[in-house]
């Protein structure tokens, strides 16, 4: 069994800063790209940033140069197959809403080696503050 665990997510005033986590759990083979999708009332769930194995980043245009995707790449402390970060600087009204994790994910069932899939995680609320 998967699972994605966000944190992080809270109030902050515009300008702060926060940092998201993600952590993946579970009977995983590996985990492929990660990736930062954030959801406002009214609107369709939006990219923010994604992360491959590799380590590399793309942003959408509105979060450029203020935010930063990471990745631990190994198992940590915890137990968590692998972790993303979603560092949030100079937050501004725009940025509020539920942000989720998602990781593409080859898991291992019955001990075989499944086929890549979406995962997702349960969300985090940033709240911005004037």
């Known amino acids: 069994q998967v699972q994605l665990v966000e944190s992080g997510g809270g109030s902050v005033q515009t300008g702060g800063s926060l940092t998201l986590t993600c952590k993946a759990f579970?009977?995983?083979?590996?985990?492929?790209?990660m990736f930062w999708y954030r959801q406002t009332p009214g609107r369709q769930r939006e990219l923010v940033a994604s992360i491959t194995k590799s380590e590399t980043t793309t942003y959408a245009d509105a979060v450029k140069g203020r935010f930063t995707i990471s990745r631990d790449n190994y198992v940590s402390d915890d137990n968590a197959v692998d972790t993303a970060y979603l560092q949030m600087n100079n937050l501004k009204a725009e940025d509020a809403g539920v942000y989720y994790c998602k990781a593409v994910i080859s898991p291992v069932i019955n001990y075989d080696v499944e086929s890549e899939r979406d995962y997702w995680g349960q969300g985090t609320r940033v709240t911005v503050r004037p």
């Open positions: 579970g009977t995983i083979y590996s985990v492929e790209t």
